[in-house]
């Protein structure tokens, strides 16, 4: 079992940037990791995910680095929109078969980000 905790949300301009982190209680190299967002009266969509073996998935404006001498996951988020306003979560879950399943297991609390002039 592995606990989760973010950081780093806040409350920026458009055209600005954040970095938000996850710090695990426990080594998550072996880990699928993602960050997720929801956005009120919104489904929850995923924005960032690293495999075991390192290999992501990004939508543009989100940069997803892993830092296994740290046990921390951050999401570096570049001009910012209004529309990027949501509960940006950490999330892992353990491979299955050798791949990252769909629905994972270990959560954190969340970060908000907010977007506005």
């Known amino acids: 079992q592995v606990q989760l905790v973010e950081s780093g949300g806040g409350s920026v301009q458009p055209g600005g940037s954040l970095r938000l982190s996850c710090v695990a209680s426990?080594?998550?190299?072996?880990?699928?990791m993602a960050w997720f967002r929801q956005a009120p009266g919104k489904e929850r969509e995923v924005v960032a995910t690293?495999?075991?073996y390192g290999a992501t998935t990004m939508k543009g404006r989100f940069f997803l680095s892993r830092d296994n001498t740290k046990d921390t996951l951050s999401l570096q988020i570049n001009s910012l929109k209004p529309e990027d306003t949501a509960m940006y979560y950490c999330?892992?879950?353990?491979?299955?078969?050798?791949?990252?399943?769909?629905?994972?297991?270990?959560w954190g609390q969340g970060t908000q980000v907010t977007v506005s002039s």
């Open positions: 999330a892992a879950a353990d491979p299955r078969r050798g791949t990252c399943p769909k629905e994972y297991t270990y």
């Open positions: 426990k080594n998550t190299e072996d880990y699928c």
């Open positions: 690293i495999t075991q």
